[in-house]
């Protein structure tokens, strides 16, 4: 599975970005699907994850009510609404495909698939 996040940007404090995760081949919909994030100085960190049926989703604390995970398995894609975004979202993303489901658990290293990140900026 090859996986290209998108959607990465500038923003104010409050605003909102909508990132997606597109990903090739035809087992998509055998994969949870996720979202880390990675600040400089600092570990990659889990922010959200969705099961394979997309039935069941899972957030990090620090972005729970804020940030909304939905996939299409139709399109081979994943998204992550962020809203009322903080300076302290300012991170590369990475969204991320595993075999087994971890829910709110997922670490890196149980990662089958990583793609490349994109850039959130949020400024004070």
């Known amino acids: 599975v090859q996986l290209q996040a998108s959607g990465g940007g500038l923003v104010q404090a409050g605003g909102s970005l909508r990132l997606s995760c597109a990903a090739s081949?035809?087992?998509?919909?055998?994969?949870?699907m996720g979202w880390f994030r990675q600040a400089p100085g600092k570990e990659r960190e889990f922010v959200s994850a969705i099961s394979r049926s997309g039935g069941s989703t899972y957030y990090a604390d620090s972005v729970k009510g804020r940030f909304t995970i939905s996939r299409d398995n139709a399109k081979n894609s994943v998204y992550l609404q962020m809203n009322s975004l903080k300076p302290e979202d300012t991170a590369v993303y990475y969204c991320a495909a595993s075999s087994i489901s971890y829910g709110s658990g997922w670490y890196p290293a149980g990662t089958d698939y990583w793609g490349k990140g994109t850039q959130v900026t949020v400024s004070s």
């Open positions: 081949g035809r087992t998509f919909s055998s994969y949870n």
